[in-house]
């Protein structure tokens, strides 16, 4: 039996293709260094016999066979190798730069394509294949203009050349498209940026402020814009949230239009046959029920009327005369309103709500409201909403601070502490709104005071350079301290008792057309007094008979 010789291993494609093109006949380019194989050294100097032109030009032959073949970066080596060879034939080297730049025209190798034909072009400023293949590179990059122009200065003196021609037809077909683009883009531009510019004019005259995402993006998927069904424009259409505090959930009405009512909403959200939605536990969710309220910029508190329409809620939701700019907030695009049932839910969700009413001013405290001060900033949104003559004036109203002060006698006083800003605002109505608070707070009485800022004097190591306004002095706060404790009485006359031990008494002389109605609180005006500048006062009017 004859014994089984060992095979040898098989090798892998890759393998079997760098053998055989290790082999002479088979190579795509020769080495350039010098080598030991005599079959290469014969090939080398076959390749590299002659003239540099016959070199150029043996190495063009061959590119061009790997040319026809669609071998384009073997075409590409021998094409270099030719230009490598540097012939004197100008006609030469333009036809091996154009050759190679038509095999990168093939490859898609742009850049390459430009700077060949460039230095063609140097060569020969008429080179018709150098500018066609420009001209296709730059069309293939976009960049039209230059395309046309390299086809319109080769048909100056080439007209009849077709691919040219076929180029040409072509960059002007793609700038047309293009042009119609950016024209329609222009357009689409000036139309957004118009269409902005009218809905801030809208939104300006409806007192509406813009409110952005910090983020950058919304979620909301609505944004606001005029009623396609009115030609005028005049007529908005808003997206608007209703939340549900109750229940933590909420629904957007993706289009509200401005002159519908809110009635016409809630009426087809909850209609009172229908059965009330899976979230409404206690079924208490039906249109003759429910409240709504809204919040201005200036956190001012407004309770929506169901006849009323969103343009009506805009326009109360501004700011009274003389006073700062108020409005709704357009928050990403969309309004929010507040839809709670009648009752115990909605003095609750209010109870939360009051410190809107809560302004703290630069020295006012920093700590969260007390049980005193949500008394009174409730007690104030109770009398905007359920007293007419008050509603107007206390919408912009804001407390900074609110403090009980003990009385003699077993009492307690009530000083209500405002912004400075707001003092006159509350001077219009303060004898009414005081009043009103007594009834609520039948135990105390109520005094209004500025919430002021003192500073101290200054020293000689003191970093602060800028003198100190008289109206932060210590001595003048507490003159406008005693003038705000008795307004809207006038002081008359001020006198100071200095004891034998030192201590100082402050007499103050009210004016004594006011002594019936200010007189049962001139006991507190000396307590509240002592309390804030520790320093005593008594407060009197003069004998009837005395002038």
């Known amino acids: 039996m004859a014994a089984v010789l060992p095979q040898p291993a098989e090798s892998s494609f890759e393998e079997k293709m760098a053998a055989l093109q290790s082999t002479p006949l088979f190579m795509k380019s020769l080495p350039s260094e010098e080598s030991n194989d005599p079959v290469i050294q014969a090939l080398q100097s076959l390749a590299f016999e002659g003239t540099p032109d016959e070199i150029a030009q043996n190495f063009k032959e061959q590119g061009n066979d790997y040319f026809k073949g669609k071998r384009y970066r073997e075409a590409i080596s021998f094409y270099t190798q030719g230009i490598d060879a540097k012939p004197s034939d100008l006609v030469l080297q333009e036809a091996l730069l154009c ?40 069309l293939a990059l976009d960049r039209i203009e230059e395309s046309l122009d390299c086809c319109e200065r080769c048909l100056e003196y080439d007209p009849e050349n077709s691919g040219v021609r076929s ?48 983020k950058g993006s919304s979620e909301n998927p609505y944004e606001p814009h005029f009623d396609p069904e009115d030609p005028e424009r005049t007529t908005l259409i808003i997206p608007a949230f209703f939340l549900y505090p109750q229940y933590a959930t909420s629904d957007v009405i993706a289009h509200f239009v401005e002159d519908t009512t809110f009635s016409a909403h809630i009426s087809q959200m909850f209609p009172p046959q229908a059965p009330a939605p899976v979230w409404d536990k206690a079924g208490q969710y039906i249109a003759n029920t429910l409240v709504v309220y809204a919040m201005t910029r200036r956190k001012r508190l407004l309770k929506v009327g169901k006849k009323m329409s969103l343009r009506d809620v805009c326009n109360a939701a501004k700011a009274k005369e003389g006073e700062p700019d108020d409005g709704l907030e357009l928050k990403d695009g969309c309004l929010t309103f507040v839809v709670v049932p009648k009752g115990e839910v909605e003095q609750n969700w209010l109870a939360m709500s009051v410190n809107h009413k809560i302004l703290r001013s630069a020295n006012a405290p920093t700590s969260t409201p007390d049980e005193t001060e949500v008394s009174v900033a409730q007690a104030l949104i109770d009398l905007e909403n359920n007293v007419p003559e008050l509603k107007t004036e206390l919408r912009a109203l804001q407390i900074s601070a609110a403090r009980e002060v003990d009385v003699r006698g077993g ?49 000689r190591n003191s970093r602060v350079k800028q003198k100190r306004p008289r109206s ?18 006038e002081i008359v006359g001020k006198r100071t008792r200095v004891a034998v031990d030192g201590s100082k008494l402050l007499k103050v002389i009210l004016d004594p057309k006011d002594a019936t109605s200010l007189e049962y609180k001139l006991d507190s005006f000396s307590s509240v007094y002592r309390r804030l500048t520790g320093k005593d006062v008594t407060f009197e009017f003069p004998p009837a008979n005395q002038e």
């Open 99 to 138: 050759n190679r730049a038509a095999c990168n025209v093939e490859l898609k190798n742009y850049g390459s394509v430009l700077r060949d034909c460039s230095k063609a072009l140097t060569l020969n400023t008429k080179s018709s294949k150098a500018y066609y293949r420009s001209a296709v590179a730059l």
């Open 167 to 214: 180029v040409r037809d072509h960059s002007a077909a793609a700038k047309a498209e293009k042009d119609r683009k950016e024209n329609e883009k222009q357009e689409r531009i000036y139309n957004e940026q118009r269409e902005r510019k009218l809905l801030q004019v809208a939104f300006k005259e409806r007192h509406l402020f813009t409110v952005h995402n910090p």
């Open 411 to 459: 009492k307690k006083a009530i000083v209500v502490f405002v912004p400075v800003p707001q003092l006159k605002a509350f001077h219009k109505v303060q004898q009414r709104l005081t009043r009103e608070l007594e009834k609520k707070f039948s135990d105390r009485h109520v005094v209004f005071v500025a919430q002021r800022r003192m500073l101290s004097k200054p020293t």
């Open 472 to 489: 932060r002095t210590l001595t003048n706060v507490h003159e406008k301290i005693l003038e705000d404790l008795v307004f809207p009485t």
